[in-house]
């Protein structure tokens, strides 16, 4: 998998490329530490307290504690500044999470790779914990996480790497990887893994925007990939 906002990536070698030249350890080191301190930063959009809730704001948690049989959480504490952002996108992930076309056990691989892709925490809590519950070997969970493409991938894991790794690197997708998609998994599969990627990665996006912290007690299991 290609490190996101990196030059290319050298695929099981634990190296990647700037500008052409390989990254001295020195290099990974600063970046890494750099990444961390901001992993750790202060949580920007932290909940609001009711006293200071908008109408707006009051209206969207009651519909989505009615909806959801929680309260606002994760990543709709910070999304929750744009009630109905929060609300519309709530009850899109609803479906991609619950709903989708594809086996469970495919789909929360889709959403680790995402996960991984933007080093996101938060959402790596979540989804690995339900990725094994769906199924997913502690090895392919750990390759993912290591960036590594996972050995002993089902050919439906194999063909949704792909695609989704095209259309993450290269915001397209190949005739051959689209037609193994749509012949595993027919247009709606195909079309509910466009979906994963694309509504992951806005999650992924609110929360790293946001520094929303993992729940207490807690560590973080990703390793920032080099820049």
Known sequence: MKAVGSGR????????????GWWAAGGVLAVMVFCATAAFAQDRLPPIAADKLTDAQKKAAAEFLAERKQEVFGPFVPLSRSPQLMINAARMGTYLRFGNSLPRDVSEFAIL???RRWTQEYEWYVHAADGKTAGLSEA???AVADGRRPDG????????YEFSNELNDFHSVSDRTYARM??????QGMMD?????GYYSMISM???VGRTPLPPGNSPA???FPK
């Open 9 to 20: 990536s050298a695929v099981g070698t634990g190296q990647w490329t700037v500008g052409g």
């Open 113 to 115: 790779l995402v996960s």
């Open 140 to 142: 392919i969970i750990q």
């Open 153 to 160: 991938m089902s050919e439906g894991m194999e063909i949704v």
């Open 182 to 187: 749509v012949a595993k998994y027919g247009e």
């Open 193 to 197: 893994l466009v979906g994963l990627n």
């Open 206 to 208: 609110v929360l790293n």
């Open 222 to 224: 990703l390793k920032p």
